[in-house]
């Protein structure tokens, strides 16, 4: 049986990866957002991927603010997965 995130007392990883893009744009209810950051608190590698996640989309709207040369913006990225590990 398959449960609604609004009747769930967790989140499990695979609901991270359904909402994370909806977490970053804070679109997701009061009750979801909590599961959400619950979850993120003790698992690292959804932690990760939210922080990962966050970062990308951030280097991207500076490439879409600004037009920055193609390799600068691989440098940043670069830098970032680094920073990740």
Known sequence: ??????SKKHFECEDIEKYIQQYLDNMLDEEKKRLFEEHIEY???CDKKVEFEKKFKEV???KVKQELPKEVVQ?????ILKSLK
Request: aromatic share 6%; hydrophobic share 40%.
């Open 75 to 79: 440098q940043k990225i670069k830098f």
């Open 1 to 6: 049986m398959n449960l609604s995130p609004k």
């Open 60 to 62: 991207v709207r500076l």
């Open 43 to 45: 698992c690292l590698p």
